[in-house]
């Protein structure tokens, strides 16, 4: 089973661009989609992106799309996500989260994830 530790945390202006890393530890990385969430005090946590295990296919938000890219490295055991023209509204603390391949339910479902990171903390000032 693999561990997940984001990073990239930050503090930036609405507009700015900021990329997110998880790395993943274990040796079957690529036996897992992996997916983004968010959490903003006072919200339910939101599903932001996810990837397939190969990476040929992600999924977004509507609230995201065209704005944050996700991308995974097998190779290397990580999933970065990319975000551009950052808004207030994205501020909160990102999770990434993995499951196994073939897992039953949607991409977008956080029930279907079983392994969490620690989270990481975006802020973004208007």
Request: aromatic fraction near 12%.
């Amino acid at each position: 089973q693999v561990q997940l530790i984001e990073s990239g945390r930050g503090f930036v202006q609405a507009g700015d661009s900021l990329r997110l890393s998880c790395a993943a530890s274990g040796r079957t990385f690529s036996s897992y989609n992996m997916g983004w969430f968010r959490h903003a005090p006072g919200t339910d946590r939101d599903f932001v992106a996810a990837s397939s295990e190969n990476g040929d296919t992600s999924y977004y938000s509507d609230s995201v799309k065209g704005r944050f890219t996700i991308s995974r490295d097998n190779a290397k055991n990580t999933v970065d996500l990319q975000m551009s023209t950052l808004k207030p509204e994205d501020t909160a603390t990102y999770y990434c989260a993995a499951r196994m391949k073939f897992s039953s339910g949607f991409e977008s479902d956080q029930r279907s994830y079983n392994i969490w990171g620690q989270g990481t903390q975006v802020t973004v000032s208007s």
